[in-house]
């Protein structure tokens, strides 16, 4: 070799520097004298070779060798063979210049003795799953640089580090082996400028096979439904006014004086409080409360005096109170994601694979939402509805009647749609590069070349350029023949590409609760008094008095008598008070589904096919 370039692939002097080498010419015709070099835990068995030497690496899988040992009789043969290291060289003469390469590092996997041939069968491996398998997480994060989300793949604690890498690897458009010298890598599946080009005569006659991409590998359009669920957490509050008619609109004790001259039964706080609790709301902020006075001498100036002798009862003549409730609704959005190649965007010639991930966006401190409200102060009712303690607060659609807020994780949406993208765009590409060229070539013009190099062939009316996908070695030590497979992947299908952008999110709002129907009279809550006959004048019925109207059940309100009747027969209503909670709609209740289509174009390259 000389500088890392096989002799006689190129003039002396005409070497690139590194990083802008030209591509290495390999000619044939030169003789060449060949010999392998195999150790086995560090002993030098080669002479003890017998038979044919196989090596074989592809990519994306552990690379393998196999060789025979010929033990004579009286011989030591080695028992602990298992896991021993194993190197396989190449070293050649060409023209009387010695060429080494190393075709392969690994170790011994499956040892088998034949007493009657006195052979070891020795299989190895490069172990690159076992290697892969030993890493840390931040090791096999550094070595595959692809992408990995919770929610389409298991969670990785206590998995198999080599499963974890192959997730990462399925978003990536390249493949995970191992180098002839035994080191792990992740090289890229698109073709460059070729490494090495095989021209006329460097291809063994009628080794060269072309292996078509079929129609039914040839995925061209992919369809993804990505469902991302979360919770919308909502809080209604209500506020509600009810003040006796017969204070006649007045308050406090000039209020109490009118409702005093036709005094009636009124209802207490706890009356009050029951019926928002009755209603399925809990009472916040600060109830504003008339109370009937206490007693006095002359409360209203007419030398009257009042004695009230039910003020542990809490009787009131008017109450402003605030009722909240609290309730989760689950929005679901759809992303229909579909890739396409260019043959993937006609009708007519489309393959299609289609697949769906759900994931939902869980947090156990939301859990119990609907029985989380408890009593806030007032000063809470002019901003957002109050989160349990570690609740994220951020984003709420405050109206005065209530809230919302969306238990989203952003980055989950993101990077779950963002895996489920590139997964299907590697399904795409690597159905693209399904055609395979192969050719045979003496190992002496192979060695340098590795899964990683692009390589171009332009031999006995073929020429093929492609990432390099498979080389596997042959070295008969009977027949003296050194002859190399090289397999390329040749990718076909043109079109153009968009970018690999994450759609944005649907709109999922809806129109403010504020303006769905309230409960009736919610600002004002009726009274209804009965116990009479007639409404005295100024009383609380009609100013000028009139007949009392049938009691009516389902008026929300206060209903009771007077504390006088003008006869016996006349209808006592119930003394009870009553209000109705906001009837929420089904917008606001049941599952919200909203919806995107995206569609991303994936352009494949055209690498050189010619036959």
């Known amino acids: ?48 070779i017998a038979g044919v030497v196989d090596v074989d690496r592809e990519e994306g899988a552990a690379g393998i060798a196999q060789f025979d040992l010929f033990f004579e009789p009286g011989s030591e043969v080695p028992i602990d063979l298992a896991d021993q290291v194993v190197t396989i060289d190449y070293v050649a003469e060409v023209d009387g210049q010695t060429v080494t390469g190393r075709l392969f590092t690994g170790a011994v996997a499956e040892p088998s003795w034949s007493p009657t041939n006195r052979i070891m069968s020795i299989s190895c491996t490069d172990r690159l799953q076992q290697r892969v398998e030993a890493l840390t997480l931040a090791q096999v994060e550094a070595l595959t640089p692809g992408f990995w989300s919770a929610d389409v793949f298991e969670p990785v604690a206590g998995r198999s580090r080599w499963d974890y890498a192959q997730e990462r690897m399925s978003t990536l458009t390249a493949s995970l082996d191992c180098s002839a010298q035994g080191e792990l890598r992740v090289t890229s599946w698109y073709a460059t400028a ?51 008619v017969g204070e006649h609109g007045l308050t406090e004790i000039q209020g109490f004086c009118q409702w005093r001259t036709w005094s009636t039964e009124t209802p207490s706080v706890e009356m009050v409080e029951s019926a928002i609790e009755g209603s399925g709301q ?39 109170v605030t009722g909240g409730r609290r309730w989760a609704q689950t929005v679901t959005e759809t992303y229909r994601i579909t890739l396409a190649t260019a043959a993937g965007l006609v009708e007519a010639t489309r393959v299609v694979s289609r697949d769906s991930l759900s994931f939902e966006v869980e947090d156990e401190r939301v859990s ?5 409200l408890t009593s806030v102060a007032q000063s809470d009712l002019t901003g957002p509805p109050s989160l349990p303690v570690g609740v994220p607060s951020g984003g709420w659609a405050w109206t005065p009647n209530g809230g919302q807020v969306d238990v989203i994780d952003e980055a989950r949406r993101v990077n779950g749609l963002r895996v489920g993208i590139r997964r299907a765009v590697v399904e795409l590409i690597s159905a693209h590069r399904q055609t395979t060229v192969s050719w045979d070539v003496p190992t002496s013009l192979a060695l340098d070349v590795d899964l990683v190099h692009t390589l171009e062939l332009d031999d006995q009316y073929t020429r093929a350029r492609g990432k390099c996908r498979r080389v596997q070695h042959r070295l008969d030590m009977d027949s003296g023949e050194a002859i190399t497979t090289l397999s390329i992947a040749v990718m076909r299908g043109g ?28 600002g004002r809550l009726p009274t209804q008094i009965g116990g009479r006959l007639n409404h005295p004048p100024n009383a609380s019925g009609p100013t000028d008095g009139g007949p009392v109207e049938p009691y009516d059940d389902e008026l929300d309100g206060f209903a009771g008598n007077y504390s006088t009747t003008d006869d016996l027969t006349a209808e006592q209503f119930p003394r009870r008070f009553t209000l109705t909670a906001r009837e929420i709609p089904e917008l606001y209740r049941d599952e919200l589904t909203r919806s995107t289509e995206t569609l991303l174009r994936v352009g494949i390259p055209n690498d050189l096919l010619e036959l």
């Open 194 to 244: 070729p490494a090495f080009v095989f021209g006329d005569g460097t291809a063994v006659f009628q080794s060269i096979s072309v292996a078509l991409a079929q129609l039914r590998e040839a995925t061209n359009r992919a369809e993804l439904e990505v469902n991302y669920r979360y919770q919308r957490l909502w809080q209604l509050n209500e506020n509600y006014s009810w003040q006796h």
């Open 495 to 522: 079109g153009d590409s968009d970018a690999l952008v994450v759609p944005g999110r649907p709109d999922t709002s809806v129109p403010p609760l504020s303006s769905t129907p309230g409960p009736p009279n919610a």
């Open 368 to 372: 119990d939402w609907e029985n989380s």
């Open 282 to 320: 809990v009472l916040i902020g600060t109830p504003r409360y008339q109370l009937l006075p206490a007693s006095s001498g002359n409360p209203c100036g007419d030398g009257v005096p009042w004695i009230n002798t039910n003020s542990a009862e809490q009787l009131l003549l008017a109450a402003d």
């Open 1 to 48: 070799m000389l500088n890392q370039y096989p002799l006689n692939s190129t003039p002396i002097n005409a070497l690139a520097e590194e990083g802008t080498a030209p591509p290495v010419y390999l000619t044939a015709g030169y003789a060449t004298r060949w010999r392998p070099v195999v150790t086995v835990g560090g002993v030098d068995l080669t002479e003890r």
